[in-house]
Structure formats: C-alpha cells, structure tokens
T-cell receptor
Framework: KNQVEQSPQSLIILEGKNCTLQCNYTVSPFSNLRWYKQDTGRGPVSLTIMTFSENTKSNGRYTATLDADTKQSSLHITASQLSDSASYICVVVPQTGFQKLVFGTGTRLLVSP | DAGVTQSPTHLIKTRGQQVTLRCSPKSGHDTVSWYQQALGQGPQFIFQYYEEEERQRGNFPDRFSGHQFPNYSSELNVNALLLGDSALYLC?????????????FGQGTRLTVV
C-alpha cells in the first residue's frame, strides 16, 4: 500500500471554477508535506511546503491545508486557468534526517475551456 | 542560474545494455537525489548523494548505481537494462542540512528500453 494516497485520480473542471485535491498519508514521523505541479514529461515544480506544525500555506491561487492529526492534506485551486492542467502530486518528507521525498501517485487535472 | 539540468533528454537503449544519465545541480546546492517515474505513477526514490557518497538508498537493485563529482554534479548508471527500466528519470538538487528546504527538479531523462 502506498504511503501517500491521492484522490481523485483524475478530474475535469471548467475554466474559472475551483477544485480541491485530497492527500492521505501514513508516513510517520514526517518533517514536511509538499504539493508539486508536474506538466507531462517535465520535472515537478514545488507549489507549497508545510511543516507538521503548519495548518495552511498559500501560493497565489493555490492553498494547501494540513491536518497532522488525521494525516490529511488538501490543495485548493481557485479560479482555475487552462495552464493549471497538469498532475498535482502530494509529497511527504520523512523525519529521517535526509531529504528523501515520498511521492503520491498524483491527481491529473484537466481544465476545460 | 540554469537551475537543474539533465542530459540527455531522451534515450533509447536495447535490453541488456548499460546507460549513464547526468545531472548538474542548481547553483549552491550540494545534494543530489535520483528518482524513477514510470508512466502514470509518482516518482520513486532511487538514492541520494552528498559529499560524493551515497547516503540513502531506495528499494532498487544493485544494477542501479551512481556517482557524485567534486563539483556536485552526479551520474546515474543502470546496468543490464530491462524493459521495466523504461521510465522518466528525475534528478533533484537541494541544500543539505535542511529537511524543509526546497528540492528543485530537472526536466528529466526519458529512457526507453526496447
């Protein structure tokens, strides 16, 4: 079983609409949780980084939340744009002393005009 | 700043051959990590290099090996290629000593084994 589970697997929304992506993890203890955006065939790009003591972090139209008690995180995208079409990956960094990233399988988002 | 650069961008190899992938980290970064991303999957951690030594390794066979040079650049070597090694190979660089520091990824090398 993957240590980082994401839902939904894929999502189609209309341009201008909002959406929320979910992430459940079992990695423990963890140092921080990140959300990355990955365009097809490209490397992931960091959107937010939250330590276990943070509840929310924003980056423009992206807002991430974290509930360390329930081991859940969400990424909310506001006023979606066509360029938001990509895979969004939840990543957890274990508290091992090394920055080893544990990736979820991602949510593939398609923003339709 | 050129960021993280990987070469080549695409590569086709025959089963049984050996391959070397290269990564130049972002300026000021001293730690390089390698990931394998199969189609439709999230990246899987292969190993991490710091001070020219492998300091953590994921669940990959010994056919996967690496090296880090004094200028912090790194190579990933895969021997006896299998069809299942076909994937996007990602390199990420970061600054050591900070679990919360951002990791920057290269654009990846797409390896196809035929």
């Amino acid at each position: 079983k993957n240590q980082v589970e994401q839902s939904p697997q894929s999502l189609i929304i209309l341009e201008g609409k909002n959406c929320t992506l979910q992430c459940n993890y079992t990695v423990s203890p963890f140092s921080n949780l990140r959300w990355y955006k990955q365009d097809t065939g490209r490397g992931p790009v960091s959107l937010t980084i939250m330590t276990f003591s943070e509840n929310t972090k924003s980056n423009g139209r992206y807002t991430a939340t974290l509930d360390a008690d329930t081991k859940q995180s969400s990424l909310h995208i506001t006023a979606s744009q066509l360029s938001d079409s990509a895979s969004y990956i939840c990543v957890v960094v274990p508290q091992t002393g090394f920055q080893k990233l544990v990736f979820g399988t991602g949510t593939r988002l398609l923003v339709s005009p | 700043d050129a960021g993280v650069t990987q070469s080549p961008t695409h590569l086709i190899k025959t089963r049984g051959q050996q391959v070397t992938l290269r990564c130049s980290p972002k300026s000021g970064h001293d730690t390089v990590s390698w990931y394998q991303q199969a189609l439709g999957q999230g990246p899987q951690f292969i190993f991490q290099y710091y001070e020219e030594e492998e300091r953590q390794r994921g669940n990959f066979p010994d056919r996967f090996s690496g090296h880090q040079f004094p200028n912090y650049s790194s190579e990933l070597n895969v021997n006896a290629l299998l069809l299942g090694d076909s994937a996007l190979y990602l390199c990420a660089s970061s600054v050591t000593g900070g679990l919360n520091t951002e990791a920057f990824f290269g654009q990846g090398t797409r390896l196809t084994v035929v």
